[in-house]
């Protein structure tokens, strides 16, 4: 390998966009969970319903708080009214669930039969008193966890714009930060609160389970930084208030359309930061926090070295191996520039969408992680196609590739270990603590073959089977 | 619009896909938005398939709703062919390309002028059928395309096979239990001197369709798959076919006279009746069981059936005839075919109940507080909630319901298989009566985690030598009475008084 042959500068390619990812519907699997007082309703066909139901498993029986509107045939020619269908399922919906908010997921149906879900809303939200979101997450148009940006665009509409008294506003805050403080006495919050230096409120966007939320804001806290708000929050009647000038920064790389309204509708300043994923990630993103609020960090450094430290038993699997990402879920970039900084290298990095400005930062981090491990630049691969990345697979030989469950199996068969991408959506990932939860999944296929590299059963189909 | 939150049957072009994936070297090309090939996702992790999935997407987005496929679709069938060299790639319809109404069938005959495969159209329409009755249609569809071929080319071969053969139609991917039933069925026609002519759609290749008329008969052991194509084969070829599912002792022998008998109009001199018997009685532990004391204790026992009308029906006459369990309720989630299976259970059954809507199912379920269910897996989980158990004997199925193990429903050993399912379904009987003794089902406070913890509590000489005497399987529950009982009254030391005590109150 000569230099010349590396690529230095980050390329990017687009390819055919035959790939295989979750329908951005899924995101009610997880979104449903966090905001408890929601319900969501999926508009759409048997083919969604059926999705629903096969990729999320045993979560289906627990009662869950989302339903199809199946829509039937008299639905799609119009001999049904919409707006009479939906009110009589809404009514159904408010009388056996109460909910605070009924989330109308659009499919790719309503979006060809061109259904007003927008101009519905509206009316039947006064009629029925129930506030109505709706969002636009179909096939058409996004890859699974963009299923969560449309939702959560949809949802910085109808974030408050003040609070209606301040004092009460201050209060509930403080609850807030109460709760997040739990078992702490009212007296010794209010210490902290003086700890907290005199910034501009920031909002944070991206939904994640409670213990990470925890976990970010108050590796915040330790700065100095509080959090006003985050969006989502745990109920929808807490949805954070949003004002003209407010600070926000995302936790996730799926959030572009999120971050766009926040800008351009609330008027919010965006802090591009690179996402908190990995020790490093999590370092950089909370150091670009705190200097566009003019904070010195404190002990980052030494946190971030000792993490790495507690990590070593599992980068010693990894480290000098190679990963190829097929690219399903957007957490790409940030998931390829921590395994580098492992030790990894990388000749791929498939994604469904790549959105340059609001990945910047992350991006920055990428290209300047590889040049300090002295690793090639990874190509990053648009709408890939996973015909030829499977020929792209077969000719590199990657020691692990992150894919779907449609390939996993038969890579596994083909004696390349494989990683299910959907993990990294649903695991915790985020934050200094979790970054072990990473290494956990990435080394998993190392650890269990290293338990089985014995048994001489790698290859397991007959023929070297054409893909 | 319909408020749902579980369905029974997927959409029409799942099982337009089951038939396609099931074939050797057939693809299938879906008209559908991104995220729909999720049927790759369902047969990767569910059957554990080694290879990859031979369905792909052409991507139905913004462009082509602006626009038109153009030529997108016909691009991709013609790679597809160059990529791999399929017998036959099957465009499938999805519920966004039926209300493009984009005229596929000319995208199909475009492609097929620069295809080496064949192309078809699948012919389902996806706000008419579901799953079942689109895999029925397909494989129709695929088996009249072939036949149709080689008659053009004047390629059937003519005549019957020399000995006895049969077709056996309907074994396709994700379906329930279909390959252990195939195996089984294999195993069987052997025993009967009959040849396998052909097995389709599962592991079949097109090129051997032609061959199909060979075959003396055809066996339909499903009722949800393979009948179309049957009667399609009947009316051209004189082919005629027994659909009697052979699950349960009587049913299975009724299959195999049906089958002696098409035999014999053909002019083969076939016996089955001593084999029958000899199955029956001494090799199928079935009938034996009915008789054993074991089923005994299952008489007029009520359970629930509810699955897919081949499953559900097969069951309540296995329940009700062969083991003299009182069926409350027997239902199917195929309402278009809903006359037949009120025909099949009308005389086994005290209630039918046809509908795809799970509260209902649900709802009947806990009115009728069975001992037991045969359900789905949605039922299984209506019996968690409700503490019944349930045997899963139809889909929607996951993936415990792929064992690795042998496990046919059809055939002597599906008899043996259902047996050991309804048995370990309820409560064993002599477990029954213990814990009515001691204190009913289960309590729902835990003292403690483990099932034998050291307590603080003494029991004294005689009543540990009590305890020992009760037999194994529920001493700890006995023990944990007890001590329940004790500890609520303030008692440290257990005597025989203690205990019996402990009995009564915990009885009343």
């Known amino acids: 390998m000569t230099l010349a042959q590396e690529p230095t500068a980050l390329t990017f390619e687009c390819e055919t966009g035959n790939y295989h990812t979750f329908c951005p519907i899924s995101c009610v699997a997880w979104l449903y969970q966090k905001i408890e007082d929601s319900f969501f309703l999926v508009i759409g066909t048997k083919t969604c319903g059926y999705f629903l139901q096969n990729a999320m498993g045993v979560m289906i029986f627990a009662e869950p708080r989302y339903a199809m509107a199946e829509l039937e045939e008299g639905d799609i020619s119009a001999q049904l009214n919409d707006y009479d269908e939906l009110k009589r399922l809404c009514l159904q919906i408010k009388r056996d669930r109460n909910p605070s908010v009924i989330v109308w997921i659009g499919t790719c149906t309503t979006e060809i039969i061109k259904m007003d879900l927008e101009g519905l809303a509206p009316k039947l939200e006064a009629e029925i008193g129930i506030p109505i979101v709706t969002a636009r997450a179909n096939g058409l148009d996004y890859a699974f966890t963009q299923g969560e940006d449309t939702v959560l665009a949809a949802m910085a509409h109808k974030c408050p714009n003040k609070a209606p008294i301040a004092e009460e506003e201050k209060e509930e805050r403080n609850a807030i930060s109460k709760l997040l403080n739990f078992g702490r006495k009212k007296e010794e919050t209010k210490v902290e609160d003086s700890k907290y230096i005199n910034h501009p409120p920031l909002v944070l966007f991206g939904s994640l389970p409670d213990p990470v939320v925890t976990n970010l804001t108050l590796e915040l806290k330790k700065q100095g930084i509080q959090v006003s708000g985050w969006l989502p929050s745990k109920r929808y009647t807490e949805l954070p208030v949003i004002e003209e000038g407010y600070y926000v920064c995302g936790v996730n790389p799926f959030l572009s359309r999120t971050a766009t309204t926040l800008m351009r509708r609330r008027k919010c300043k965006l802090i591009g930061a690179p996402f908190p994923i990995g020790p490093d990630g999590t370092r950089a993103w909370i150091e670009k926090i705190c200097s566009v609020f003019g904070v010195e960090p404190k002990g980052l450094e030494e946190r971030e070295a000792k993490i790495w430290e507690s990590l070593e038993d599992y980068i010693k699997l990894i480290r000098g191996k190679s990963v190829f990402f097929m690219g399903d879920n957007l957490l790409e970039i940030s998931l390829a520039r921590f395994l580098i900084r492992c030790g990894m290298t990388c000749p791929e990095i498939g994604i469904p969408y790549m959105d340059k400005r609001y990945q910047k930062a992350e991006l920055d981090l990428l290209e300047k992680t590889c040049k300090e491990m002295g690793v090639p630049v990874p190509k990053i691969v648009e709408k890939p196609d996973n015909y030829n990345q499977i020929q792209r697979i077969n000719q590199l030989k990657p020691d692990l590739v992150i894919t779907g469950m449609a390939h996993a199996n038969p890579l596994e068969a083909r004696g390349i270990n494989t990683k299910w991408s959907v993990e990294f959506t649903f695991a915790q990932i985020h934050g200094f603590t979790n970054a072990r939860d990473i290494l956990e999944l990435a080394t998993r296929p190392m650890r269990r073959n290293n338990n089985l590299k014995e048994l001489g059963w790698d290859k397991l189909v007959k023929e070297e089977a054409k893909v | ?508």
């Not at chain 2, 398939?49 to 679709?73: W, Y």
């Not at chain 2, 009722?223 to 399609?232: H, P, S």
């Not at chain 2, 699950?247 to 049906?258: D, L, N, Q």
Request: hydrophobic share 40%.
């Open chain 2, 1 to 508: 619009m319909k408020l749902a939150y579980w369905m029974y049957a997927g959409p029409a072009h799942i099982g337009t896909l089951r038939i396609a994936s099931s074939f050797k070297n057939v693809h299938a090309i879906m008209h559908a938005p991104l995220g729909d090939d999720y049927f790759n996702v369902m047969r990767s992790m569910l059957e554990r398939e080694r290879n990859f999935t031979p369905v792909t997407a052409s991507i139905v987005d913004r462009n082509v709703l602006a626009r038109g496929s153009q030529e997108k679709v016909v691009d991709n069938i013609t790679r597809k062919d160059q990529e791999e060299n399929p017998d036959l790639i099957i465009l499938t319809p999805t519920c966004t390309s039926s209300i493009l109404q984009e005229d596929l069938q000319n995208f199909v005959d475009r492609a097929q002028i620069d295809s080496k495969g064949d192309v078809m159209l699948a012919d389902v329409n996806h706000y008419r059928v579901n799953e079942l009755q689109a895999a029925d249609r397909t494989l129709h569809q695929v088996v009249e395309f072939y036949l149709n071929k080689a008659r053009k080319k004047d390629e059937l071969p003519e005549g019957k096979t020399e000995k006895p053969s049969v077709n056996i139609i309907g074994i396709s991917t994700l379906g329930f239990h279909n390959q252990h039933d195939c195996t089984e069925l294999k195993r069987l026609m052997s025993d009967l001197g009959i040849e396998v002519n052909e097995v389709i759609p599962e592991g079949a290749s097109v090129h051997n369709l032609k061959n199909l008329p060979r075959a003396w008969f055809n066996l339909v052991p499903y009722r949800e798959l393979g009948l179309m194509a049957a009667r399609y084969l009947e009316q051209e070829f004189d082919m005629p076919y027994v659909d009697i599912t052979p699950m349960g002792v009587v049913e299975t022998a009724r299959c195999i006279r049906k089958i002696q008998q098409i035999l014999y109009d053909q002019g083969a001199n076939v016996d089955y009746e001593e084999y029958i018997n000899n199955q029956t009685l001494y090799v199928s532990q079935a009938a034996w069981f009915s008789r054993s004391i074991d089923c005994q204790n299952l008489t007029g026992k009520k359970a629930v059936v509810f699955g897919d009308n081949t499953h559900a029906a097969a069951m309540t006459k296995i329940l009700a005839r062969e083991m003299g369990i009182h069926v409350v309720l027997a239902g199917t989630y195929c309402k278009y075919d809903a006359d037949w299976f009120k025909e099949q259970v009308g005389e086994y059954c005290d209630e039918i109940l046809i509908s795809d809507d799970n509260g209902e199912i649900g709802d009947a379920i806990a009115r009728l507080e069975p001992a037991a269910i045969f359900g789905t897996q949605m039922e299984r989980h209506v019996g968690k909630r409700l503490n019944i158990p349930c045997g899963v004997i139809a889909a929607p199925i996951h993936i415990q319901n792929f064992p690795i193990g042998y496990h046919p429903f059809l055939g002597y050993e599906g008899t043996n298989q259902v047996a050991d399912l309804v048995y370990n379904s309820f409560t064993l009987g002599m477990e029954d009566h213990l814990l009515e003794i001691f204190g009913g089902h289960d309590t729902k406070e835990v003292i403690t985690k483990g099932i034998s913890a050291d307590s603080d509590l003494n029991w004294n000489k005689e009543a540990q030598a009590e305890l020992n005497k009760v037999p194994g399987f529920v001493r700890g529950k006995v023990k944990r009475n007890t001590e329940k009982f004790a500890r609520e009254r303030g008692i440290d030391e257990i005597t025989l008084e203690v205990m019996y005590a402990a009995k009564e109150a915990v009885g009343a």
